[in-house]
Structures are given as structure tokens and as C-alpha cells.
């Protein structure tokens, strides 16, 4: 079966430093998507992404934080000047013009200390 | 945005035993799906169910669209079982999930 993959799994990073965290969607899916989770709390959307641009963004999507699609297959979100309220589980997902759903990665386990 | 609640909030069950989770959501929605978050973190997806029944092992869940609900059965649960599940809706023309608060189920041996 198909899978998201997120890189890295865990990351610690100094209050301040910029993260980049890595993400390759399923390969025919065309609706991508990052989506946070602080410790404990429910699964919040942070963006979607569509055809090489940003379709959708939350109130938490601010200029803190970027999408880019470098390549045909890898996603990226970057946090610049990270604050010790980053830290949480942030979440790659897919989903194609099929009806299957969407498709999460297993996660990147963010903590600013 | 559309409200997602799921209740209850906690379960705790007794290995072998039998439960039913309930999410409802506010507005006509055209994706449904139900996810396991294991101890790892990870986000397991069991169900993609906008409507009707699905069955997969000791799970099945369904959805009734027209009275904006969703049940997913646990049966012979477990240690395994435990986690949190989570609902999460799409509604028409949106293109993202909006996922409900999850129900915490603790199984114990």
C-alpha cells in the first residue's frame, strides 16, 4: 500500500532556529496538506497545497511558516525562528482526485527547547 | 467551520469486551474517516466511510450521512485496541479534514 513519508521522525532544535521538515506524498496524489498536533490536543490543519501553490491556510499558517514543493516529490515546511509553542507532532498528508481519503505520514516529533 | 464532537471522550474497557464510538458532525460532509493515533504517535487510518458500513477484522464502522452521525465498533477488544481514535469530516468544495477532539480508549489485560 502506498505510503507518506516524513523525515525526520524526531527533531530538537534551539529556540530561534529554523526547521525544515520533509515530507514525500504519495506519488499520483495531487492535494497536499501539513496538519499539527500539540501534545494532547487535537489534529489541526495548518495548510493544503495544490498545483505548485498554496490553496488554503489557517490563522496559525503565518509568516512563521512556508510550504515549497522542490521537487516532483518531496514537500517541505519550514518554521523560521522557532518558539518553544512549535514544539508539537506535525503531520504530511495526500490525498488524489479518487475517493480514497487522505493519507497522513507517520509524523515529525518537534521539539523547541 | 463545521464542529466535529466525538463522544466519549474516554473509555475504558475490559479486554474481550465490546464498544461503540460515536462522532457527529455539523454540516453535510462528503469525506468521513476514522483514525487510530497509537502510543507512537502515528495516525492510523481505519475507515474511509463517508457513507454506509465497512468492516475490516474486529472493527466496522458507519456512517449515516442524512442524520450527520458516525459509529465505529470495537468487538473482542484488545490490549492493542488502545489509543486515542479520531474523527475527522470533509465538507463539500473545502479540501481539507477537520478532525474532532478523539476518544481516549484504555484496554485493560
Known amino acids: 500500500e502506498p505510503e507518506v513519508t516524513q523525515t525526520p521522525s524526531h527533531q530538537v532544535t534551539q529556540m530561534g532556529q529554523e526547521v525544515i521538515l520533509r515530507c514525500v506524498p504519495i506519488?499520483?496524489?495531487?492535494?497536499f496538506y501539513w496538519y499539527r498536533q500539540i501534545l494532547g490536543q487535537k489534529v489541526e490543519f495548518l495548510v493544503s497545497f495544490y498545483n505548485n501553490e498554496i490553496s488554503e491556510k489557517s490563522e496559525i499558517f503565518d509568516d512563521q511558516f512556508s510550504v515549497e514543493r522542490p521537487d516532483g516529490s518531496n514537500f517541505t515546511l519550514k518554521i523560521r525562528s522557532t518558539k518553544l509553542e512549535d514544539s508539537a507532532m506535525y503531520f504530511c498528508a495526500s490525498s488524489g482526485t479518487e475517493n480514497y481519503g487522505y493519507t497522513f505520514g507517520s509524523g515529525t516529533r518537534l521539539t523547541v527547547v | 467551520g463545521i464542529q466535529v464532537e466525538q463522544s466519549p471522550p474516554d473509555l475504558i474497557l475490559q479486554e474481550g469486551a465490546n464498544s461503540t464510538l460515536r462522532c457527529n458532525f455539523s454540516d453535510s460532509v462528503n469525506n468521513l474517516q476514522w483514525f487510530h493515533q497509537n502510543p507512537w504517535g502515528q495516525l492510523i487510518n481505519l475507515f474511509y466511510?463517508?457513507?454506509g458500513t465497512k468492516q475490516n477484522g474486529r472493527l466496522s464502522a458507519t456512517t449515516v450521512a442524512t442524520e450527520r452521525y458516525s459509529l465505529l465498533y470495537i468487538s473482542s477488544s484488545q490490549t492493542t485496541d488502545s489509543g486515542v481514535y479520531f474523527c475527522?469530516?470533509?465538507?463539500?468544495?473545502?479540501?481539507?479534514?477537520?478532525f474532532g477532539a478523539g476518544t481516549t480508549v484504555t484496554v485493560r489485560a
Open positions: 506519488s499520483n496524489h495531487l492535494y
Open positions: 466511510i463517508p457513507s
Open positions: 475527522a469530516v470533509e465538507q463539500w468544495n473545502d479540501y481539507k479534514l477537520s
